[in-house]
């Protein structure tokens, strides 16, 4: 079992920053690629950004291109989403997730091993 905890969610006014971090124990961290989804009061889940497990390849969603950025440190079984330019529709809890693939270059949205039990971001003036 992958246990993953979020942090460093909270508010934060139109166009400040935060980063969010999702921490792993329990198992090897970085044999898995890691995906960040949120979900907004009355919405679906969405993906927001992925990175492998050997942090060659990240992808982001068209809404979060030029102002969130993905990384890992797997000395520290972590990964970080830097979030800049926050608007008011970015208010969401926000999830890690991993999935293990022999790929190490594999991204993915669906088909999420483990999953975090969330991180509120609040976008407010």
């Known amino acids: 079992q992958l246990n993953l905890v979020e942090s460093g969610g909270g508010l934060v006014q139109p166009g400040g920053s935060l980063r969010l971090s999702c921490t792993g124990s329990g198992l090897p961290f970085d044999v898995y690629a890691i995906a960040w989804f949120r979900q907004a009061p009355g919405k679906e889940r969405e993906g927001v950004s992925c990175?492998?497990?050997?942090?060659?390849?990240?992808d982001y969603s068209d809404f979060v291109k030029g102002r969130f950025t993905i990384s890992r440190d797997d000395a520290k079984n972590t990964a970080y989403l830097q979030m800049n330019s926050l608007k008011p529709e970015d208010t969401a809890v926000y999830f890690c997730a991993a999935i293990y693939n022999y790929d190490s270059e594999y991204v993915s949205y669906t088909g999420m091993d483990y999953w975090g039990k969330g991180t509120l971001v609040t976008v407010s003036s």
């Open positions: 990175i492998s497990s050997s942090g060659g390849t990240t």
